[in-house]
C-alpha cells in the first residue's frame, strides 16, 4: 500500500503526539470533574461553628490529569481527534467501583481496596500517577481484598477475605508472600502496631481478633462469639492508635475499644433508629486528637464520637451528592487532619478535613 506525502505527514504529527502527551508530566487533583463546586461545604453548617469541610474525592483516573504547561493546544487537540484520541477507551475505565478500606503511607501515596475491581487503587499524588495492582501471587489474583495497612519498611498488607490469607506486597505492588492460610476464616479489617509490629486481623467468620508478628506467625487470639465486653459478633474494621486497638463489633451493633494486649477498655455506640445510633457498623478510625469516626454503613451516615464515646457529630445520609453516600464501608485518617470515607456503592473515597476543636 502506497502512502502519500500528505497522509505520511499527518501520521508523523499524530505519532510525536503521541510520545510527547506519553511522557508529559500529570498532576493528581482532590477535585475531580463535578466536585469542584462543593469545596465550600462544611459540617455542621452555619450558624454552627464548622468542625469539618470537604476537602476532595478520590475514584480513580479521573483525579489525574496533564500539568498545566503540558496541555495539548488546539492544533494538538485536532490530530488527537484525527486519530481517535478523544473517542473513549474499549477497556474498562481505571475507576474505583466498590471501594472497601484504605491506608496512606509515609511518602502520600493512598491505597485504596476494591472488591469490585478485585485490585488496589494506589493513588501516588506525589508522582501524579495511579496504579492497580491486581496480583496476590506469582499465579493467584486477588478476589475479595478489603482491610489493608502498611508494614515493616514499607510493605503493604492486604487482608483478602475471598483467599483467606494476609497478602504481603512491595512498595512496587510486588507480590512477596501471604501468611494466617488455614488459620482465618475469613480476614477483613486490619491494622497495626508501629511499635511492636504487631498485626491485627479481624476474622469476621471466626468471632475473633487475630495478632499476629511481622513475620507472620500467630501470637495471641483476642475474643470469642459473645455478647458480653471482650466477645465479639462478626467483627469488621480495625483502627490502632496510641497503644488501644478500636473494633467495629458489627452485629452486636458497637465499637470496642481494647488494650493492645486485647484487654477490654470501653465500648461505645447503641443499638437503635435515632442519628448517632448504631446498626451495622464498618469502618473505624481514630485521629490525632482522639475523635472516634464510626462509618454507619445501614443508615448512610459518618458518625463523630469523642474519646469517651460521647455522640458528637453526623456527616451524611442516603445519597450521591457529596456530603452523602451509598452503604459507605471502611474508614482511615492521616497526619494531615484528613477523615477518608469508602462510600462503597456510589463508587469513590470522600475526603474531609477536620477543622480543630
Known sequence: MRVT??????LAVAVSVLVGCASAPTVMTLF???????????????PDIPRYQFAGELAGERNFGLAEQSRPGTGERVVRWLVGLGAGSQEDPRELVRPQAGAMDDRGRIYVTDVGR????????????????DQAGEYTSFVSPI???VGRDGEVLVADSGLRRIVRLD???????????????????????PQSGRIFVADTAQHDIKVFNDRGKLMQ?????????????????????????????????????????????????????????????????????????VVEGYYDHLLVFDEDGRFLLPI??????????FLPAGAWTDKLGRVFVADMFNGRVVIFRYLGT
Open 5 to 10: 506525502a500528505k497522509e505520511f505527514l499527518t
Open 32 to 46: 475531580p470533574s463535578g466536585s469542584e463546586p462543593a469545596r465550600a461545604l462544611v459540617w455542621p453548617p452555619p
Open 118 to 133: 478485585k485490585a488496589v487503587f494506589v493513588f501516588d499524588e506525589p508522582q501524579g500517577k495511579l496504579f492497580i495492582w
Open 147 to 149: 482491610g489493608i495497612v
Open 171 to 193: 512498595r512496587s505492588g510486588v507480590p512477596r508472600g501471604s501468611f494466617a492460610q488455614g488459620i482465618v476464616g475469613r480476614p477483613t479489617g486490619l491494622a497495626r502496631d
Open 221 to 293: 487470639t483476642i475474643g470469642r462469639r459473645g455478647k458480653e465486653l471482650g466477645e465479639f459478633n462478626a467483627p469488621t474494621h480495625l483502627a490502632y492508635r496510641d497503644g488501644y486497638l478500636y473494633v467495629s463489633d458489627t452485629l452486636n451493633a458497637r465499637v470496642q475499644v481494647l488494650t493492645a494486649g486485647g484487654e477490654p477498655v470501653n465500648s461505645l455506640g447503641a443499638r437503635g433508629l435515632f442519628v448517632g445510633n448504631l446498626t451495622r457498623p464498618k469502618g473505624i478510625a481514630v485521629d490525632h486528637d482522639r475523635n472516634i469516626y
Open 316 to 325: 451524611g445520609g442516603t445519597g450521591t451528592a457529596v456530603g452523602r453516600f
